[in-house]
C-alpha cells in the first residue's frame, strides 16, 4: 500500500533575517522540515542584502537570499515571523495585517502606544506576541502568576542581564514577568492596580539571557529563574510557535497558548 502524500511545508517569511535572532532561527530551521523559508528580509540599505541567508547563519546555502522587499515576500507567505527591531514593528504589523498573513512578533521595545494597533490587527490575523519564545520561560511566566497569587505579602522584584549589545532595558521578558506578577496578585484578590514592580537590568559581555523573580518574606526567600545558554532555544521555540500559528484563527495568542490552549484573545 503506497503511503500518503506528505503535507506540503508551511511558507515562512522571516524579518530581521541578519540579527541575532534571525540568524539562529535560520541556523535550526532544518530541524523543521515542515516549514520552509521563502524570504529572508532585512532593511533596506544593508550590506547583507543579496546573500544566501543560509550561508549568512553559518551554514550550509538554502538558495534564500536576503531582500528588503516584504511585500513581494507575503505573497508567498503562510506565516511571517518578526525579529527586527522596534522601529520597523508598526510597520511590519500593518503590512502583514493587509496582506492578511499570520504574524509572530518576537520584537521588543516597541512603544506602549502600538497597543491600538496590535489589538486591532489581531481582528483580522493570528497574531502572537512573543517576548521571549523559549518554552522554558513560558512555564516561568506561569509560575511567577501561581507563586504572585499565593505569596500576596511578599515583595516581588525582577532582575534581568542580557548581552551588552542588547538596546532595550528592562527586557521585553523582565516587563512581561512584571506583568505576570501584577496578574497574580489581581487573581487572588490583591489589587495590583498601578503597583510597581523593581526591575533590574544588566547589559555585559556575551550573556544570552537571564531572568529571576524574587519573592521576599518575613527571613525567606523564593526565587523563580530561567537561565539562557545558547540562542538556539529561541530560535526552536520561535518555529514551533510559528508552526502551531499558522492555521489558527485571527486573534491575539501568546507562548502560553502553545503549552495550554487558548486563554484570551
Not at 503562510?78 to 525579529?83: E, N
Request: aromatic fraction near 4%; glycine fraction near 10%; proline fraction near 6%.
Amino acid at each position: 500500500m503506497n503511503s500518503p502524500p506528505a503535507a506540503p511545508p508551511v511558507c515562512a517569511v522571516l524579518i530581521g533575517a541578519s540579527g541575532r535572532m534571525g540568524r539562529a532561527i535560520l541556523a535550526v530551521a532544518g530541524e523543521f522540515p515542515q516549514l520552509a523559508f521563502v524570504a529572508a528580509i532585512a532593511s533596506q540599505g544593508s550590506a547583507v542584502l543579496g546573500r544566501d541567508s543560509g550561508v549568512l547563519a553559518g551554514g550550509a546555502p538554502n538558495r534564500v537570499p536576503l531582500t528588503s522587499d516584504l511585500s513581494q515576500a507575503l505573497k508567498r507567505a503562510h506565516v511571517v515571523l518578526d525579529f527586527s527591531g522596534a522601529a520597523a514593528t508598526e510597520t511590519n504589523l500593518a503590512a502583514c495585517r493587509m496582506a492578511r498573513k499570520p504574524l509572530l512578533l518576537g520584537s521588543t521595545g516597541y512603544p506602549r502606544q502600538l497597543e491600538a494597533d496590535l489589538t486591532a490587527a489581531a481582528l483580522d490575523i493570528p497574531l502572537l506576541i512573543a517576548p521571549n519564545t523559549s518554552l522554558g520561560v513560558t512555564l516561568l511566566l506561569e509560575l511567577t502568576r501561581t507563586a504572585a497569587r499565593a505569596l500576596p505579602a511578599f515583595r516581588a522584584s525582577v532582575t534581568e542581564k542580557h548581552h551588552r549589545e542588547k538596546r532595550d532595558a528592562p527586557s521585553g521578558t523582565a516587563l512581561a514577568l512584571a506583568a505576570a506578577l501584577r496578574e497574580g496578585r489581581a487573581a487572588g484578590g490583591t489589587s495590583a492596580a498601578g503597583l510597581e514592580i523593581p526591575i533590574s537590568s544588566q547589559r555585559e559581555g556575551e550573556v544570552v539571557g537571564e531572568h529571576a523573580v524574587h519573592f521576599a518574606g518575613p527571613a525567606e526567600e523564593l526565587v523563580l529563574a530561567h537561565r539562557a545558554t545558547d540562542r538556539a532555544i529561541f530560535a526552536r521555540g520561535a518555529l514551533a510557535a510559528a508552526l502551531w500559528l499558522a492555521p489558527q484563527p485571527a486573534g491575539r495568542y501568546a507562548m502560553r497558548d502553545l503549552l495550554y490552549g487558548k486563554t484570551a484573545t
